[in-house]
């Protein structure tokens, strides 16, 4: 009996799909306020953390910058963070006092910054031992962006923390880790503490990015 020809030829090679940006209309499906469209009900948002919280309430705030030093009016950014205990929640209820996820936008007007209202985190154990400063991580869409960019916010009051973080630590560069640390400042919105990271896509300055 004849065995079928099972080498592969060129005309049955498949093609690579083909790419596309996240935006512009990324802002229509999840940021909704910012596009000038009614918000749903239920919207997952940038208050990650309502006055009754457990542990420091606090703003997180920033720029997007391009490789030609302009504002990004267009980037939608996610967080995924612990809570003031180092935990993570895992199931997302928008009643909750904290939770997790939200996400934020620039916008068009004015200095086009991003903002979260969160507790500060507290640090993380690793499964090997080690235990990681305490973070935001940020996952970022923008036009121009063919594959979303990770990184992390960490504090520049810990000083110790940041010393000892494994994930820190694997970045060389002294300088190059300064992109991750956002600084202290007062006059957040309603009197929060303020950090202030700007994220820097391309060029002199430019954010580490991770590949998780």
């Not at 940021?31 to 997180?60: H, S």
């Not at 520049?156 to 820190?168: I, M, Y």
């Not at 002294?174 to 990271?197: F, K, V």
Request: proline share 5%; glycine share 10%.
């Amino acid at each position: 009996m004849q065995q079928p020809n099972l080498t592969p030829t060129a005309n049955l090679m498949l093609r690579e799909t083909a790419s596309q940006t996240a935006g512009p209309y990324v802002h229509i499906g999840l940021a909704l306020a910012v596009a000038g469209l009614p918000e749903r009900d239920e919207e997952i948002w940038n208050e990650l953390a309502k006055d009754n919280a457990e542990g420091e309430r606090i703003e997180v705030a920033g720029r997007v910058i391009d490789g030609n030093g302009d504002l990004v009016r267009d980037a939608l950014l996610e967080a995924w963070q612990a809570d003031a205990n180092g935990d993570y929640q895992t199931a997302f209820d928008l009643k909750a006092p904290f939770n997790s996820f939200g996400r934020t936008a620039t916008t068009a007007e004015g200095n086009s910054e991003w903002r979260f209202v969160t507790v500060k985190p507290g640090a993380i154990a690793r499964p090997d031992g080690r235990t990681m400063a305490p973070h935001i991580n940020l996952t970022i869409f923008a036009r121009g962006v063919n594959l979303h960019l990770q990184t992390r916010l960490y504090f520049d009051d810990e000083h110790k923390a940041n010393a000892g973080c494994p994930v820190l630590g694997a970045i060389e560069s002294p300088a190059r880790r300064q992109t991750l640390i956002a600084r202290r400042e007062e006059g957040g919105e309603g009197g929060l503490p303020r950090y202030r990271l700007d994220i820097v896509l391309q060029g002199e300055g430019e954010t580490v990015f991770f590949d998780f």
